[in-house]
């Protein structure tokens, strides 16, 4: 919500107050996107630690991020702003009393706007288990306020007037934090979500399970972290684990700035060089690939704290979304046995049908595939199933579990004979196919027609192998029905590879 700079503190409070929260609130899903996208993070102190030493004594009037354009993928536009302030206020009965300290609002500036006082759409409240201070976290959603300088992501970003309560105390610390949803012409698909609330950390360890998501084959995805105060040089037995679920594998989280035990410590990673002793605050994103497995539907985020205190704000986790693509798959048959002779598919020969399938996409499948055999066949048999389950039946074939990498193929070969039927006969053979996840087509193979005229010039001894080769269908080899398992706006997103320069996968 934006206001105007004379919106009273009490009337931005009454319009806040439904969405204000009294206590530590675990982190829980705010928003999610599946679609083509991508994320930044950053952010800045907004308190300084003038006489040195490692407790913040001044608060800054304003700070300021700068969003370059190695920080975005090329062509990058607006799906959504949301800016975070959080630190520490006034006490005030732990949350609780009549006149709330929390500071709903602050000015913010985008990249080709002015200074705008904009009311935070909800606020966390903290009794921060200390007698003389709580602990706010706000958001707000400044997409308008984007939209209304002309949609620029790149450049400053301000945030300021933030009523911090700043006086040298051991948890004293204020800041904010800004996170970029957008898209781009060359971007995957991925699934991004947003968990956010306010957790104090001290002497504990508690986990947080972080739903709805949707890992694909190969697993990929990112967590980035905001926490609030943090230490310098990071403390015994405080540290982040991520593990996928239900698939169980779980990783230690670290980097080069940010060590597994004493991951709290007052960096940003996000930026270019990554940003050290940032008084009062942590962003921080981490590839989590590795504790993830195809078919993870949640991911479980322990945090443990030791003696320093701090207080968790986010955590958005990006999973990439993979698609197969079999809209190069085709279906072709040749002239395997001529028992007459004659160079034409008649009575009593043999057409071998091979169904190939091209997986164009970006993520592995495995695919199943049926076809009813035609009345023409006397009889008919399966040749190869490239490792896939034969349910086949006498009058169908049904292959399943043919596995599939992206980029790779497969095929899947059968051959009938002909029935005695009048020359002049049409033949035709379908296939259809479906593969996991979604998605699946019509394989359509060329007519076959009974006699000594159906063969044309198109259907020549190309290879000079003693039989008559089978046109490939052209194009498409697919029904109307869809033969990607991606919906088709990822079928044209996906061709692209992210190029951004912090891309973890």
């Known amino acids: 919500m934006i206001t105007p700079r004379w919106c009273a503190s009490f009337l931005c409070f009454a319009i806040l107050a439904p969405g204000l929260a009294l206590a530590d609130t675990p982190l829980a899903e705010r928003f999610s996107f599946r679609r083509a996208s991508d994320f930044f993070a950053t952010g800045a102190t907004l308190a300084e630690d003038t006489d040195n030493d490692d407790k913040v004594d001044t608060l800054r009037d304003s700070a300021t991020v700068l969003v370059e354009e190695l920080d975005l993928a090329p062509g990058a536009f607006l799906q959504q702003a949301l800016i975070y302030w959080g630190g520490t206020i006034a006490e005030n009965a732990n949350c609780a009393g009549p006149d709330s300290s929390v ?10 706007g002015s200074a705008t006082m904009v009311t935070a759409d909800t606020c966390y409240c903290s009794g921060a288990d200390n007698q003389s201070r709580d602990v706010q976290a706000c958001r707000a959603d400044v997409s308008s306020l984007v939209q209304g300088a002309g949609g620029q992501l790149l450049g400053p970003w301000t945030v300021g007037s933030f009523q911090a309560n700043i006086d040298d105390g051991d948890v004293d610390t204020a800041s904010f934090s800004l996170v970029l949803i957008y898209g781009a012409p060359d971007l995957p698909a991925r699934q991004l979500t947003i968990y956010d609330g306010l957790r104090t950390m001290r002497y504990d360890e508690v986990s947080f399970q972080l739903d709805d998501l949707e890992v694909d084959d190969p697993p990929a995805g990112e967590l980035t972290l905001y926490a609030l105060e943090g230490d310098i040089g990071g403390s015994d037995d405080e540290s982040v684990m991520a593990r996928g679920l239900p698939g169980g594998r779980s990783m230690l989280l670290s980097d080069d700035v940010n060590p597994a035990q004493g991951l709290i410590n007052r960096t940003i990673n996000t930026t270019y060089p990554p940003q050290e002793g940032v008084v009062g605050v942590d962003i921080d994103t981490f590839d989590i690939s590795d504790a993830l497995v195809a078919g993870d539907t949640s991911l479980e985020v322990t945090y443990a704290a030791d003696s320093d205190k701090w207080w968790l704000v986010f955590n958005i ?8 693509e079999f809209s190069q798959s085709s279906l072709s048959w040749t002239l395997s046995d001529d028992a007459d002779g004659d160079g034409a598919p008649t009575p009593g020969d043999e057409l071998r049908y091979t169904a190939e399938l091209v997986n164009s996409g970006e993520g592995n499948a495995t695919v199943s595939l049926t076809a009813d055999m035609p009345p023409e066949a006397a009889s008919w048999s ?9 349910n086949s039946t006498a009058a169908a074939l049904s ?19 002909i029935a005695e039927v009048p020359e002049g006969t049409p033949i035709r053979v379908a296939m259809s196919f479906a593969a996991d996840g979604g998605g699946g087509g019509l394989l359509e193979a060329p007519e076959v027609t ?22 490939w269908s052209q194009g498409c080899a697919c029904s109307s029905a869809a033969a990607s398992t991606s919906p088709p706006w990822a079928v044209l997103l996906l061709l692209g590879l992210l190029r951004r320069r912090r891309q973890l996968f």
Do not use: H, K
């Not at 399966?382 to 034969?390: V, Y």
């Open 317 to 324: 986790v990006g999973v990439r979304l993979f698609f197969s």
């Open 399 to 417: 292959v399943d579990g043919v596995a599939v990498d992206a980029g790779g193929s497969a095929r899947v070969d059968f051959v009938l004979r």
């Open 450 to 471: 009974v006699g000594s005229g159906s063969v044309s010039d198109t259907f020549g001894d190309d290879d000079d192998d003693g039989r008559i080769d089978g046109e």
């Open 382 to 390: 399966l040749l190869s199933t490239e490792g896939g389950a034969d």
């Open 103 to 112: 500071d709903a609002e602050v000015l913010v500036t985008v990249p080709g």
